[in-house]
């Protein structure tokens, strides 16, 4: 049997809701975290970076034979400014966006992000500390954001975060604290060494109080979306979206939403059967959390909390949830690697799979096809959004899949 035989036999979806979002225009309230002025300022800042280049959107011919559908696309990431993820986007920018506000809160007077990325005021940023706790990538997006900025960086990582993922942060020159602990634990210490010694936390979810920077971060994101309209003509019927803690999944679906209003495609969020706390929080109509017991593969995944604006805006256009196992995600890539899914050889990370599997997952059973609305006219977005952001982790995945196929 072949290696996409045998994944598409096992895959499942281990679990699913409908959320059942009416189709109305952009709403109000989602615009009241994300409006196109913010998009658009993102994208004229981001674009201006140095290195700066829409990433790839890839057809993934193979994949939609296999599903029968009329096209599938794939967001490529792994380009994405050198660091590998979308969260090169995010937080890198919302770093700049606070450097401005503390500037002007400061000094009365606005300055631009440019002028700060040149070094106009050094004196003034050597001085800002910012901080934040992290799995990996939003930390590495933080400390290349930090060292653009010319801000001193500290970043709070687990106990499970690969070295490989620590030295990436290190390399922009971060000072990088290992706790004996979890997640929870790191944003805990970040949160309260933050507080005692007057440092700036740019965390990438937001909550009760805390809003301005994780929405810079949802901005920052957008501009993957914006590409894509660019890219890609032909109007998409399905969105399959990765979520942690749904910043990314807003930012995109917020996007895409402006755009085509009434007509915006079915938006889907997938997450781990480890971490699911958007199905949890869409089964009991408000935002739940959960404990998390097993840490999934896609690292980037492992949140037990949504975030408050990414929920916002996902009121109003989240159609449904799904969530996978972990067992395909490691054969998945490799099938990615080897051009298997289409669209060349495509260097996918483990958070970048969960689309397609889901899509694999769907299309095999006939009732869950019917149900999601999936046929020969769909064309369905996927999001590639990291690839080998660990090289020693990425290796060990694909190494894990040999005898299989
Ligand atoms: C590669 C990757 N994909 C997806 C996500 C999920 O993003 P969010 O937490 O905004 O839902 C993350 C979060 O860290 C990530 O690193």
Redesign the pocket.
Known sequence: MSLTQSLASDVVLTDHVSHASVRSAYSAEANAVLSMTQAEAALAEISAWPGYQPTSLRELDKLAEHTGCSGVWYKDESERFGLG?F?ALGGAYAVLCLVAQEYQRHNGESISLGDIRNGDYQTFTSKMMVTTAT?G??GRSVAWGAANAGCRCRIYIHRDVSDGRKKAMEAFGAEVIRIDGDYDDSVRLCAEESAENHWFVVS?TSYEGYMDVPRNVMAGYTVMAGEILEQQQTPFTHVFI????????AAVCSRLWMQSGVNRPRFIIVESQHADCWLNSVKAGRPETVAIDVETVMA??S?GEVSALAWQVMQGCLDDVVTLADTEVAAAMKLFANGDMGGGNIEA?E?AVPGALALMAICKDKDLQAKFDIDADSQVLLFG??GATDETVYRALLDSVQGRG
């Open positions: 993820s969260k799995d990538n939003h990438d990765q979520a942690g803690v749904g910043g990314l999944a980037g995944l949140c990370g958070c959004c990291e």
